[in-house]
């Protein structure tokens, strides 16, 4: 009976780390632009900028990457808005890296449909800013992707915001790299599993013995 139990539970754990381990398979992984809408920037030029205003442009998506699950296909459109007051779509990265001035939100679908699995993306950290080239601008800024049916659950994000503008260009042409990391769910990592149940099969061999050990002893 004892070693029923033991088995039973071996199973378990090993077909709940299988399933997590396809869980952690899944990634964000797509590149998205910014057309039309009066964008703006501030200082004398983009590479000496601290902030970024989208204004009214309109994001679509321009390649999804292989393995990607964010759902999205070319020319998805995507929401881009910050917690500016009132809310709009200026990108605060300042000076240096640090904390975003506002925090900047992306979802998707726009449009949700009957069972939209629903994305949710908070950039709140200015992880690099490179200024290195005249007139344009490389931000990398850091945060966590959730959606609705709990595939990513504050997964870590990365959002790669490039804007680059040519001598006598009105607007700045932006393109953003939307990467996430591996999925980090609240549950103990693999090699733990494996642990607990080699543990586990060790704590029943062992009662299984002292089993045996004592009814030897009470039949001498």
Do not use: C
Request: avoid cysteine.
């Amino acid at each position: 009976m004892k070693r029923t139990v033991i088995a039973a539970l071996g199973t378990a754990v090993i077909a709940t780390f299988v399933a997590n381990s396809a869980a952690e398979a899944a990634i964000i992984g797509f590149s998205f632009g910014a057309f039309d809408g009066s964008m703006t920037h501030d200082g004398a030029s983009l590479d000496v900028s601290t902030v970024l205003d989208l204004d009214s442009a309109t994001f679509l998506v321009m390649e999804v990457n292989p393995g990607d699950s964010s759902g999205l296909a070319d020319v998805d459109p995507v929401t881009v808005s910050s917690a500016t007051s009132p809310p709009g779509a200026a990108i605060i990265y300042g000076s240096t890296p640090g904390s975003l001035g506002a925090d900047v939100a992306l979802s998707w679908p726009v449009t949700p449909g009957p069972g939209a699995d629903i994305f949710t993306e908070k950039l709140t950290t200015v992880v690099s800013i490179d200024r290195g080239t005249p007139d344009a601008i490389t931000v990398v800024m850091s945060g966590t992707v959730s959606d609705s049916m709990g595939h990513f659950m504050d997964s870590p994000a990365l959002l790669q915001l490039k804007a680059s503008q040519d001598l006598g260009a009105v607007f700045p042409t932006v393109t953003f790299t939307n990467e996430s990391g591996i999925i980090t769910p609240s549950i103990p990592e693999p090699s733990t599993w494996v642990m607990m149940a080699l543990g586990f099969g060790a704590l029943g061999y062992a009662a299984i013995r002292r089993g045996k050990a004592n009814g030897a002893l009470r039949s001498i």
